[in-house]
């Protein structure tokens, strides 16, 4: 069983920071992808922040320039930092894992989500 653990979430003003962190555990072969999404109420959940094993990242529009997401493989812990905050980024934030099976087979994990506010 694969646990994710998000802690980092809260109320910042426009223009400040904050720092996400996702750590997970459990029974995991390998990592096929780290990442970050946020889901709005009735809304679709939409990808913030995507990082491959080989450190390939994607970013929307949206955040591009202002959030980073990284990875620290001896913590088993993955990151988002989010600077420049804007009352839009206003939601609760999910990080999420890919794991590989030995088989090949890959399965999506998710955190618990962490509300951000931001306030104007």
């Known amino acids: 069983q694969v646990q994710l653990v998000e802690s980092g979430g809260g109320l910042v003003q426009a223009g400040g920071s904050l720092r996400l962190v996702c750590v997970y555990s459990?029974?995991?072969?390998?990592?096929?992808?780290v990442g970050w999404y946020r889901q709005a109420p009735g809304k679709q959940r939409d990808l913030v922040a995507s990082?491959?094993?080989?450190?390939?990242?994607h970013y929307p529009d949206s955040v591009k320039g202002r959030f980073t997401n990284s990875r620290d493989n001896a913590k088993n812990t993955v990151y988002l930092q989010m600077n420049n905050l804007k009352p839009e980024d206003t939601t609760v934030y999910y990080c999420?894992?890919?794991?590989?099976?030995?088989?090949?087979?890959?399965?999506?994990?998710w955190g618990q989500g962490t509300q951000v506010t931001v306030s104007s």
């Open positions: 999420n894992i890919d794991v590989r099976s030995r088989w090949g087979t890959i399965t999506r994990y």
């Open positions: 459990g029974s995991i072969f390998n990592i096929n992808a």
């Open positions: 990082l491959t094993s080989g450190l390939i990242t």
